[in-house]
């Protein structure tokens, strides 16, 4: 496995399994009394958030400090960065203070990129712009693994899973498709051509406009977050239209197989992308992916930074 | 370094590639091109095995001052410019102040003409600041000392399709050039990498060919229109080449550029974030590339231009997102034409000649005969080694930036001396 993990298409599907199986055994773990293991002990973990993201980062620190990390949490708001110093400074004073991984989140795409030629610790990219978001894959994947009954050692071969939304902004569609698509799933991306990138067609993936021919033929519905302004720059007409034409309903979710699951990375626009009856139905996993998002940090911190074997 | 002017014997040059030949400079001007004995009192220069070239042009340079002395100044940017074989360049308006009055050109006319490593011609700003609403003082520019024919927002295009009009009417009155940054700015807002694959991938904004070409084909149309001229800045694209191969079938007065750049690399080299590769326009696809040595093999293109723009490491050294749009060039044009287009077979030394010294000079309206190695011509002229071989290092650049994308790379060639009118300024690879 590589040192940082930046993108998704940094791992194998071995890899990959590993970091599910891992978080797996892991979440065994968090059914304990007791959470904490000691595998991490003396090491620093470096939460460095130039967005907010108050959930990513909260997970991040419970995935860290359940391996005995020492955590430091850098937020730009209020500090130096707010005053104007650069990426490349604040990598330095982290590397100063003996980070051993730092985990950023950035609006720019490919600051972790950046981030990893200045610092010799391990970086982890926790959403970079429109880029991508590899631990929501991740813990995407997972959810869907165990939602599926698949036990360890096994992928996603033969799920269709439909991703549907703002594909051109997110970092999650471009973490997933790479993911999902290397754990042998059949990935749909639905989304007004608008919100599509130009040469989508490269991508490992099939793409279609219409929700309502995806629906039928998906096991997994994965809803992204559209975001209003969007509309100002004529992606949509109206989040009316949208909702209408690409939103999840009661009626189209009657429309889904049986066993299907219906996903959200959150934060959810209740009543545009996803129906409230919707995000609150048994086939959503929202809640799960939360508690998951833990696990499978956990995992990617231990196995990255290098834990001896997990401790049962 | 008049010391140095005087009686030269360059020996065994072979000129545009031909037999070798002694080229005997006095009193700044070629003297004879043959073979016979040596004058006496010559200094004397080897130049077994090199090619001769007339002084290139350059018809796009950013030389930062006034403004930007952290980044380039006239003396550092003329510098690099001798070194790699230039001896003129016209120098980009987006200076601060910006060169849009008789005022400013002239001063960097005179920063030039001190400097003294090659000529510096202004480009003056086509609206007032650069600001895209108001037409600058053209004429009084074009009467100055600086005599400026050639006229340019670069860095911004001139987007108003009215303003484009009126200036390329305006110029008409003393043979002046309006040099178009073709940029549609709704089409590119925030935009950071050619729209495609890449940009897809890596989560940049996409900046797509069509907001460059459609601007072409406005301009085109617009110049037909008004009978005037029209020179296109750093073209990109496939289409790009094709509208402006049209253009000039018409018989239009329509002239373009493409840089080293955008004729060796593409935007794969973004995988990394490193905003080294990050430039306006933006670095495109191998089929553009392909497009564009095809069109400067033809003609469809008139010239290399380096669009050497200079920048200090902390505007390179941040985000992709926030980095300064721009790389330096004038050290590595000729090395990179040669490996582009030269060793690929598509270009002769001979077109070599054509599109980086004879054409631009043209363009540029650079005052004085024709640009070419002839007896009584000025001893402007470039000796060129195509057989070294070497790995860029922008550390051993004269430019006061580091920011080449060709840095680490292997390329062919080496500018063993440059004379400007029958003067030195480089001399075995080194500024004399």
Redesign the interface.
């Known amino acids: 496995m590589n040192r940082h993990l930046i993108s998704a298409a940094d791992l194998s599907r071995d890899d990959a399994l590993l970091i599910l199986d891992t978080a797996d055994e892991l979440a065994r773990m968090a059914d304990r009394p007791i959470k904490k293991l000691p595998t991490l002990r003396g090491r620093t973990v470096v939460n460095l958030f130039f967005e907010d993201s108050t959930r990513t980062r909260i997970s991040f620190e419970a995935a860290a400090k359940r391996l005995s990390a020492d955590v430091i949490n850098f937020s730009a708001k209020g500090s130096s960065v707010a005053k104007g110093e650069s990426l490349k400074d604040t990598a330095l004073t982290l590397e100063a203070m003996g980070a051993d991984a730092v985990v950023i989140r950035h609006s720019a795409s490919g600051a972790p990129h950046r981030l990893a030629g200045w610092v010799r610790g391990t970086v982890v990219n926790a959403g970079d712009g429109a880029h991508e978001h590899p631990t929501q894959a991740l813990l995407d994947a997972f959810t869907i693994r165990r939602k599926f009954g698949r036990p360890g050692g096994e992928a996603l071969d033969g799920l269709r899973v439909t991703i549907v939304g703002d594909i051109l902004h997110s970092r999650v569609a471009r973490s997933n498709v790479l993911l999902l698509s290397t754990l042998g799933a059949e990935v749909t991306l639905v989304a007004p051509p608008t919100l599509l990138p130009v040469a989508v067609g490269a991508w490992p993936c099939s793409v279609g406009y219409d929700l309502d021919a995806a629906i039928p033929k998906s096991d997994v519905v994965m809803m992204l977050r559209v975001q209003q302004e969007r509309m100002n720059a004529a992606y949509f007409p109206s989040v009316r239209e949208y909702s209408r034409r690409y939103g999840l309903d009661g009626t189209r979710m009657a429309q889904l197989p049986d066993q299907a699951i219906v996903m959200h990375p959150g934060p959810m626009n209740r009543g545009v992308e996803i129906a409230a009856d919707v995000a609150d139905s048994a086939r959503s996993t929202i809640v799960e992916q939360v508690a998951n998002g833990v696990s499978v940090r956990m995992a990617v911190l231990y196995l990255l930074l290098g834990g001896a074997e997990v401790q049962p | 370094m008049s010391t140095s002017q005087g009686v030269w014997l360059i020996r065994g040059a072979r000129p545009l590639d031909g037999g070798p030949a002694d080229i005997v400079i006095r009193d700044g001007l070629i003297d004879s091109i043959g073979d016979g004995p040596a004058p006496p009192g010559a200094q004397v220069l080897d130049a077994a095995g090199l090619i001769a070239l007339p002084g290139l042009v350059d018809l796009h340079t950013h030389l930062r001052e006034p403004g930007r002395e952290d980044a380039e100044t006239v003396a550092s940017g003329t510098q690099a410019a001798a070194l790699g074989g230039f001896t003129a360049v016209h120098a980009m308006a987006n200076t601060d102040p910006v060169a849009d009055t008789a005022g400013v050109v002239e001063q960097i006319w005179r920063l030039g003409r001190q400097a003294g490593h090659c000529d510096v011609h202004p480009v003056g700003a086509v609206t007032l600041g650069l600001g895209g609403t108001r037409l600058a003082e053209l004429g009084a520019m074009a009467e100055s000392a600086a005599r400026v024919r050639v006229f340019s927002d670069d860095g911004r295009c001139v987007s108003d399709a009215v303003l484009m009009r009126r200036a390329l009417e305006y110029v008409k009155a003393f043979d002046g050039v309006v040099a178009q940054h073709a940029q549609e700015p709704r089409l590119t807002d925030g935009a950071q990498l050619n729209?495609?694959?890449m940009?897809?991938?890596?989560?940049?904004?996409?900046w797509?060919a069509v907001a460059e070409e459609a601007v072409i084909a406005r301009d085109c149309l617009l110049t037909a229109h008004v009978g005037s001229a029209l020179h296109v800045c750093h073209v990109s694209t496939a289409g790009s080449v094709e509208i402006i191969r049209w253009a000039k079938s018409k018989g239009w007065r329509v002239s373009a550029e493409v840089t080293p750049h955008h004729l060796l690399l593409t935007d794969s080299l973004a995988a990394?974030?490193?905003p080294v590769y990050k430039v306006n326009p933006p670095l495109r696809t191998p089929a553009d590339v392909a497009a564009l040595r095809e069109g400067l093999a033809d003609g469809t293109i008139d010239c290399v231009a380096t669009d050497h723009a200079p920048h200090p490491v902390?505007d390179k050294?941040?985000?992709?997102?926030?980095a300064a749009f721009g790389m330096t060039g004038l050290e590595t044009a000729l090395r990179v034409v040669q490996e582009a287009m030269v060793d690929t077979g598509l270009l002769d030394w001979a077109g070599v000649a054509d599109r980086m010294a004879r054409r631009p000079a043209r363009i540029g309206r650079v005052p004085g005969p024709e640009r070419a190695l002839a007896t009584g011509l000025p001893a402007s002229l470039t000796l060129y080694d195509p057989s070294a071989r070497d790995t860029v290092d922008p550390r051993a650049h004269a430019s006061r930036s580091r920011n080449s994308p060709f840095r680490g790379m292997k390329l062919p060639g080496r500018v063993v001396a440059t004379f400007l009118r029958g003067t030195p300024t480089v001399l075995d690879g080194k500024l004399a």
């Open positions: 729209e495609g694959e940009s897809g991938r890596l989560g940049l904004t996409g797509p990394g974030y490193d902390e050294e941040t985000e992709w997102d926030t």
